[in-house]
């Protein structure tokens, strides 16, 4: 489709392409494949430049009564994260606020952590204003030379610098590496730069796996974009950690493939969502396919049925001192697997991905990577160019004054 907005794309999946490495990287001019693999890239730098940043005064007033991260998109989900990666063990209560200022509530004896993968958003400006006025404690991340770096600056705030280089939801890892760092500072995590070394390593082979010159049948990220072709992806987490993974990739995927997703955590599923499995594009899809036909060519077909595709992240936990914290792992594996047999019983299709790692900041991004890629295959065998996302141009020109 063509028109005055640049749409471009088409409804059939095209096969060849995800096995021609020269024509993926011609149909992503923007290098948002590129930009994806440079997640391990991304933990490095952001530490560094962390590192070389003053966050002493931010311990200077003790323990904060609350801690808010402001930014929306990919930035409010680095809120999530260390909400997430904090546990339930964190001495303070975490919220990622996605709206414009910051809650009423929020005075000196906070701190705001105010998030902007372009330093010109206007809820992490208004938020960084807001927590200057009021005397809160600010950090400010995002990039440098900008007006939320000028921000910081008038209120003697620290800023950590984190250079744009693709868009935000390519620079996941470069956000929330600071963010952790200064909630270290808090004494709000233990994450350790072993955990951040470990987590890029993890971060550069699954993109290593996921590289455009690897087939298919070995990619991981090209695998679960033909599982998903033509489907309506249902993603559930198995545990908090696997969940925050699961908002994230229904993120990508309606930015990156533009595919509508039903995502969040399993537990809530349970309660109601899990009906859709007994659905017109559930049970009673999967009712009318042929179970002695070519899996392979119902995939292929030119106009193959919608159908739900379920995608469940499990995550396991980590045994030791937090192991009797919030939900017992016991549980969540049960729910999981009963999800599971619950999908395969009505014929549903299931891709499930397990987290790997030994701390919960890897094991996150075991969850995160492969879907990150899979979003933009997905995208570019439909002919769209996941770099460039014409309806939030056209949104940002829209509601701007």
Known sequence: MEGTAGVRGHR?????????????????PGGMLRATASAGAQVREAATLAAETDLSALADEGRPRAVVVAGVGTAAR????????????????????RSAGIPGWVGAADVVIAVSASGRSPEALAAAEAAGR??????????????LHALADRFRAPFIPVPRRAPARASL?????????????????????????????????????????????????KSLALDLAHSVPIVWGSSPLATVAARRFGDTLSANARYPAVVGALGEAGRGRVGLLDG?????????????????????????????????????????????????????????EAVQELAERRGVR????????????????????????????????????????????????????
């Open 12 to 28: 059939e999946i095209d096969l060849a392409l995800l096995d021609n490495a020269e024509g993926l990287e011609k149909n992503d």
């Open 78 to 97: 680095t809120g999530d994260i260390l909400e997430t990666v904090a546990g339930p063990r964190c001495p303070v209560p975490v919220l990622a606020h």
């Open 134 to 147: 009021r005397g809160a404690r600010l950090v400010a991340i995002g990039a440098p030379d900008t007006q």
């Open 173 to 221: 890892w470069g956000l929330t590496v600071p963010v952790l760092l200064a909630a270290r500072q808090l004494g709000l995590v233990k994450v350790t730069e072993a955990d951040f070394a470990e987590t890029a390593s993890r971060l550069d082979a699954d993109a290593e796996r996921c590289r455009t010159a690897m087939e298919t049948f070995v990619n991981p990220g």
């Open 280 to 336: 017109v594009y559930g049970g009673l899809a999967e009712a009318d396919r042929d179970i002695f036909a070519d899996p392979d060519e119902d995939e292929e077909s030119a106009a193959p049925g919608t159908r739900l595709r379920l995608v469940l992240l499990r995550d396991g936990g980590l045994t030791g001192e937090d192991e009797d914290d919030g939900e017992p792992v016991a549980v969540e594996e049960r729910r999981a």
């Open 350 to 401: 299931v891709s499930l991905i397990t987290a790997e790692g030994g701390s919960a900041l890897e094991r996150l991004a075991s969850l995160v990577a492969v879907p990150d890629f899979t979003s933009i295959y997905l995208g570019l065998a439909h002919g769209f160019d996941p770099m460039a996302v014409p309806a939030v141009s056209e949104m940002k020109d829209l509601v701007s004054p």
